[in-house]
């Protein structure tokens, strides 16, 4: 029974650290570890606030866990001081609480554990429960990089990188993104792809750049899949290759990437690596349209102007149209323009056409400056 207790405590107390992996306890398993912890031990304790706050052999119940927590984080239990930070932080059975949520991470912090740190990092950076403090951010980062912590040496590669409570630095910046990228890191790893394709700290190596977003886009990062989808497309340190910039444009579409999916529209419309299929086009156009993507807005107002695989339709294309000129696009306030200009799909109205072609103008459209000229001359 007793080495049974112990395997029982000493695995929860392990598994922490991978709460995915944990085993529900047992209904017998539980009664007995509900007795340990009420008789004060800080194993059970801890094992406890983890089964209830994540629903291990019992209903998940944030505020059970929290208390079983406070027993064991009173008693130094570094994770438990560690977890409750977390339920404080982000108001899991209580209120946000940001100054107590970094009151258990100092604690947590001062036992040198990582997330703690990393945690505290966190704080500072946003100015959460704290003054925001890029230096102090970085300190706390610097604790849990150097314990290996792969999010604290990617938030600090991000940090150099950008200028950050810190002097910009690509070297540095390459330096802490390489050694979470060594840990399979998928964002450090398309940090580095971007700082190559762009020669950033480095010379701008386009085989690199792909060598690095491969890595990256196998791990379902779906910047890295447009980004890969895209140097395939122009052959940009690989062979140009269409069949595969679609294979990837559409693992990034597929999770929902705007630009991903308005590239597809463009491979559809134009025919490349496909049949040319404008309904196809269109399709895509409206999946990125949908997420605010201005040239998708732009584009499918076209094919609704022109009737290309929808059905022609001013009403539509005007729809699309202004919510890219909402965005700025100087190539959709100038057909709005010429829509108004001509009467098409509005009553003719010179007025709003200027003000449209204005707009263009404003936006560095020099077709937008010529019509507002000349529909001045008229006055």
Not at 140 to 152: G, I, L, N, R
């Amino acid at each position: 029974m007793i080495k049974n207790l112990i395997g029982i405590i000493l695995f929860l107390s392990i598994a922490t650290a991978a709460i995915s992996e944990m085993i529900a306890l047992s209904p017998a398993e539980l009664k007995t570890t509900t007795k340990l912890a009420e008789q004060g031990n800080v194993e059970a304790q801890n094992a406890l606030g983890i089964s209830y706050e994540y629903g291990l052999g019992v209903d998940q119940d944030y505020v059970i866990a929290r208390q079983w927590y406070e027993k064991a984080a009173e008693q130094g239990k570094t994770w438990a001081q560690f977890n409750l930070g977390k339920i404080y932080q982000f108001g899991l059975g209580t209120q946000i609480d940001y100054f107590t949520a970094r009151q258990w991470y100092e604690k947590a912090a001062a036992q040198d554990d990582a997330n703690a740190q990393f945690a505290l990092g966190g704080m500072y950076y946003d100015g959460k429960g704290v003054q925001q403090d890029y230096a102090k951010a970085i300190e706390w980062y610097e604790k849990a990089a150097a314990q290996d912590d792969a999010d604290a040496q990617f938030n600090l590669g991000g940090m150099y990188y950008r200028g950050e409570g810190v002097r910009q630095d690509y070297a540095k910046a390459k330096e802490w993104f390489e050694k979470a990228a060594a840990q399979d890191h998928a964002n450090a790893q398309f940090a580095l792809g971007v700082m190559y394709y762009k020669g950033q700290g480095v010379r701008q190596d386009y085989a690199k750049a792909a060598e690095w977003y491969k890595k990256a886009a196998a791990q379902d990062h779906a910047d890295a899949q447009f980004a890969l989808g895209g140097m395939y497309n122009f052959g940009q340190g690989v062979r140009q290759d269409y069949a595969k910039a679609k294979e990837w444009f559409e693992k990034a579409a597929a999770q929902d990437h705007a630009n991903a999916q308005f590239a597809l529209g463009v491979m559809y419309y134009k025919g490349q690596g496909v049949r040319q299929d404008y309904a196809k086009a269109a399709k895509w156009y409206e999946k990125a349209a949908a997420q605010d993507h201005a040239d998708a807005q732009f584009h499918l107002g076209g094919m609704y102007y022109r009737g290309e695989g929808v059905r022609q339709d001013y009403a539509k294309a005007a729809e699309w149209y202004e919510k890219a000129a909402a965005q700025s696009d100087a190539r959709a306030q100038y057909d709005l323009g010429i829509m108004y200009l001509n009467g098409w799909g509005f009553r003719q109205n010179l007025a709003t056409a200027k003000e449209w072609f204005g707009q263009a103008c404003d936006n560095g459209l020099q077709e937008g400056c010529d019509q507002y000229r000349e529909l001045n001359t008229r006055r």
